[in-house]
């Protein structure tokens, strides 16, 4: 069976975490950006378990460890690294264990792309959780083998800043650091044909009006994925993830680009800051009279392609002032798609079968852009979970009988 | 669809099935169509997932719908057999992995890369549908052409004729772009039905210019057409997918003058009627051919599916028409299958051998039942080339364990090495039998050998050529010696080390000092009595009494020793010796000795 790419959005209420699954030379890698399990999702059945779709979703290497080839953290929010303490292997590779019996192992990272926010010192607007100051450790262990050798580290030990940190503190580890317009077809030290990835952001403090304020949602890596199918190099699917990036830096991006807006085109962009109304406008939704949309910020997100779906993260979004996710928000989302004769989605509105919680949301991205995978029913022999996981992604192929030869 | 039989009763499995479909998510509504001889036809709407871009339109540019009809036959014998799907009859046919049209017969895609019936009994019924299902899918998606599975060729749903050419050998000549190439074609006419031809492309092309191509060239012998062929080289890659639509003339014109060929071809038309037209034929008082071929090369963006190449070749056979001097445009084209002949790149290609690995030559001294069966394991690799030195002859006898079959009397008698050679050569493989006795091939050549070759092997298990060639040989080659012992319970591969040291005599001996230790060897070089028996007059027709099947298995792990050897290209100094034993349940067991030359120089 021929591999194929997907992508996968895990419904996690007000949060984000997306795997995607990128087919290459007859192998996948694995990239999640964000995550954000909860406690709580392994015990509520009104809550999707995205702990156990994740480990389902993902391979093993040979040494037993679930990994991922990348884990792309967009900013330090708790519902953009809840789990990462919990949940993934942190330290030396070489002291990694396997879990006790009855317990998941924990996720191997083979590389992280993180933003240059954790060389900032703690300030009062830039507050970290358990969970991203446990990724900041991390990360900084990553930087430093780097720092000592001078030379990538192997798996497990590697880690890509994007974007270069103030007062030149990242000067010296530029050969790590990808810039904004650098253009990345690579993860975990390996080029990917079928991969071209633009970094519209972080945006660099200078780029703000108010640039002594540091907003961890002004300064969220913003990277859209540009994927084509495997064994092709021109990419069919554009994906635009970009954390809680606020209303100020869209309005930068789209000065930036509105002389070359193809450039922030999109089949599938996870509406930023779980559908926010400070995505879309400086004013408050609750407490302006008649808030403003920002024209400028809302051509940035306006450039949907031919059925284009833009996938709020989020909880239900209710019609009244909540934010996020905002209604107002949601309606401007629909009037964008509506003219690409394309779709809002909520993840918490994707319930299959009168289920209780909500599913993973899987698109495959193929030649023709992403196509969205059917639900399968409960009386298909294999269940959902079961049919994503890496060893059995072929019904053909790969179950059964071998068949042999004479 | 056969005869209608409504009365028969739908058997349980199949029922089964049905109630399984009905509950199979990507299925929305199961209905029986008809029971016939063929078996149970129960249609089906199947749901597509459709990208994105066309959700709104309900089907993509290519024409698939969001819900498409498939009908299921079911055989009786279900499950024993498979069921077989076809879609709808307006379901676009320009689309790849469709299998041929026959009309009235409905659309069969081909959703799986085994046999339908395999797959059910590998992986259950859900596998078939499944199968369908990322069928219908990757329809909608435009990914039923992969990059990774390879280019599927044009789809032609009438062929006729069966052409085979060295393709590899084609194909290499694409490497440099030529328009036109002419080669030589010779076919035959089976039962005088112009659908039944079968065709050879004789490699390498003659060149481009008309000059190249001459009337005494064509020409029909011993019922042997001989006829031009025309390649015509697409510039650049084509994307594009299309089923064959190429009937008669102008429909091929139509197609070379979409790659801006026609030109080429009128150009060289006019050549091949001037040489090869029945007129022309005629007036050289010759009979006849009734067509000549056309191949079209086109370019694909990846790899041909089993070709791993993307030069895609689409052949051709055009008729002549009568007397004319002119082609009309409405004269038949036909399109014929075209497969590959054997030849070595196929070889290496099936034996999952790099087509970029050098040619080895090795001279074989023996081609008695070891060295006959080894030259031809090692042959069809396609990895080597070959001398053939033996002097003995082929008696019937021979025929229980030779590498070689030899039908008919007039074979019996023949050279040994031609028999082998003429196998080889079977194969596409370069050899030069010899008929010759070794020893007396040294007086004149003490190097045996051409300098090209790199590798000797004697398999002839004579002591008087073992001591030649230890002693007397001025041997530039590598020189291996490989034997039986104990009625093929034991075989030995002795390789020599660098600069002759150590040698293949010193190499027996030490074999002969195992023998002190080991049980095993002593019996099979030394224990019991061989035993032998004449199968004509005289007692030279003397053979040792064994079966095939143990020296098939020897000479078989034998031929795998010398060429893991030659494929490690990194001879040590040391002489090596190789010994196997095979025990009456035909487990092999290998010891090896490297011996230093110290040791016995």
């Known amino acids: ?406 | 669809m056969g005869k209608l039989k409504p009365k028969r009763e739908i058997t349980p499995e199949i029922k089964d099935v049905i109630r399984w479909l009905k509950e199979y998510s990507f299925v929305a509504a199961v209905q029986v169509k008809s029971c016939s001889d063929d078996g149970v036809a129960i249609s089906t709407n199947w749901r597509v997932d459709l990208p994105t871009k066309f959700e709104s339109a309900g089907k993509t540019e290519s024409g698939i719908r969001s819900i498409e009809a498939v009908t299921w036959v079911f055989p009786w014998e279900y499950p024993l057999c498979a069921p077989q799907p076809t879609l709808r009859e307006d379901f676009p046919l320009t689309l790849p992995h469709i299998n041929p049209v026959v009309e009235g017969e409905g659309v069969s895609p081909c959703i799986a890369e085994v046999d339908l019936t395999d797959l059910l009994h590998s992986s259950g019924t859900e596998a078939v549908f499944g199968a369908m299902t990322h069928w219908l899918n990757n329809a909608a998606s435009g990914e039923l052409l992969c990059p990774v599975q390879g280019w599927e060729p044009v789809r032609r749903d009438n062929t006729s004729g069966l052409i085979s050419a060295d393709t590899y050998a084609i194909r290499e000549e694409l490497k440099n772009y030529a328009p036109v190439r002419y080669f030589k074609y010779r076919y035959t006419v089976l039962s005088g039905d112009t659908d039944l031809v079968l065709g050879h492309i004789e490699t390498p092309s003659l060149g481009s210019p008309n000059t190249e191509f001459k009337a005494k060239y064509v020409g029909i012998i011993n019922g042997i057409r001989h006829s031009p062929a025309l390649l015509l080289q697409v510039d650049g890659i084509v994307e594009e997918y299309w089923a064959e639509s190429v009937d008669k003339l102008s429909d091929l014109k139509g197609v070379l003058r979409k790659f801006k060929l026609c030109d080429a071809f009128e150009a060289r038309l006019k050549h091949v009627m001037a040489t090869s037209s029945p007129k022309a034929c005629a007036s050289k008082r010759k009979a006849g051919v009734e067509e000549f071929l056309v191949v079209l090369a086109v370019k694909r963006p990846f790899n041909v599916l089993g070709a791993n190449n993307p030069w895609e070749l689409l052949t051709y056979r055009v008729c002549f028409d009568g007397n004319s001097e002119q082609l009309s445009d409405d004269v038949p084209v036909h399109a014929p299958l075209m497969i590959k002949s054997t030849c070595p790149a196929m070889l290496r290609s099936v034996s999952g051998i790099d087509q970029n690995a050098e040619v080895i030559p090795i001279s074989f001294i023996g081609c008695g039942s070891l060295g006959s069966k080894m030259a031809l394991h090692l042959a069809k690799s396609g990895r080597y080339e070959f001398s053939l030195i033996d002097d003995d002859i082929f008696s019937s006898h021979n025929n229980a364990r030779y590498g070689a079959v030899v039908d008919g009397f007039d074979s019996i008698g023949c050279p040994k090495v031609s028999l082998v050679a003429r196998d080889i050569q079977a194969l596409g493989v370069k050899v030069k039998p010899l008929k010759v006795d070794a020893l007396e091939l040294g007086k004149s050549k003490p190097a045996i050998a051409d300098k090209k070759f790199r590798y000797i092997l004697d398999t002839t298990a004579s002591l008087p050529v073992r001591y030649f060639l230890a002693h007397h040989a001025k041997l530039s080659a590598c020189l291996m010696h490989s034997i039986l012992f104990g009625k093929a319970t034991m075989g030995v591969l002795a390789i020599e080390g660098k600069e002759r040291s150590v040698r293949v005599d010193d190499l027996m001996a030490f074999t002969n000092t195992l023998c002190v230790k080991d049980d095993l060897t002593q019996k099979a070089m030394y224990g019991g009595a061989v035993t032998r028996e004449s199968f004509g007059d005289g007692c030279s027709s003397a053979t040792t009494i064994m079966d095939d099947i143990g020296l098939s298995i020897l000479s078989a792990a034998l031929a795998g020793r010398v060429n893991k050897h030659i494929g490690e290209n990194t001879g040590p100094d040391e002489g090596l010796l190789n010994i196997c034993h095979l025990d009456k349940n035909y487990k092999l067991d290998w010891t090896s000795h490297a011996r230093a030359r110290s040791y016995f120089c």
């Open chain 1, 1 to 406: 069976m021929i591999k194929k790419s997907s992508i996968y959005h895990l419904p996690v209420g007000n949060g984000d975490m997306t795997l995607l699954k990128i087919a290459s030379n007859n192998r996948y890698f694995y990239v999640l950006v964000d995550m954000y399990i909860r406690q709580s999702c392994t015990e509520k059945d009104d809550q999707c378990n995205v702990l156990d779709e994740l480990h389902n979703l993902l391979e093993k290497d040979s040494d037993g460890r679930p990994y991922l080839d990348a884990l792309v953290i967009t900013h330090p929010d708790k519902d953009h690294i809840g789990g990462f303490e919990k949940y993934f292997y942190q330290g030396s590779p070489s002291n990694y264990t396997p879990a006790k019996s009855g317990e998941k192992d924990l996720i191997f990272i083979r590389e992280i792309w993180s933003s240059p926010l954790i060389f900032r010192r703690k300030r009062k607007n830039h507050s970290l959780c358990e969970d991203a100051k446990a990724f900041n450790t991390e990360a900084k262990r990553r930087v430093e083998l780097y720092r000592e050798s001078k030379s990538v580290s192997s798996e497990g030990n590697r880690i890509r800043l994007i974007g270069e940190d103030i007062d030149g503190k990242t000067d010296d580890i530029l050969d790590i650091v990808y810039k904004p317009e650098d253009i990345i077809s690579k993860i975990n030290e390996v080029s990917i044909k079928e991969l071209t990835i633009n970094i519209y952001g972080p945006l660099s403090d200078d780029e703000f009006e108010d640039s002594e304020a540091l907003d961890k949602n002004r300064s969220s890596v913003i990277l859209r994925w540009g994927i084509a199918s495997h064994g092709y190099s021109d990419p069919t699917n554009f994906i635009l993830l970009a954390g809680d990036a606020s209303v100020e830096a869209w309005e930068i991006i789209w000065r930036k680009y509105k002389d070359a807006p193809q450039k922030l085109s999109y089949d599938l962009l996870l509406a930023p800051h779980h559908c926010s109304w400070h995505t879309l406008s400086h004013d408050s939704y609750s407490k302006s009279a008649n808030p403003k949309v920002s024209e400028s910020a809302k051509q940035a997100l306006s450039q949907a392609r031919t059925g284009a779906v833009i996938i709020s993260s989020s909880d239900p979004i209710k019609d009244d002032d909540n934010d996020p996710p905002n209604f107002g928000a949601k309606r401007e989302y629909d009037s964008i798609v509506s003219s690409a004769n394309g779709t809002f989605l909520c993840l918490a509105g994707n319930v299959v079968n009168g289920e209780k919680a909500p599913s993973v949301l899987e698109y495959r991205l193929t030649n023709e852009g992403p196509q969205k995978t059917s639900e399968t029913l409960s009386a298909d022999s294999t269940s959902s979970a079961k049919k994503r996981t890496a060893a059995t992604s072929s019904l053909i192929g790969h179950s059964g009988q071998a068949i042999g030869h004479g």
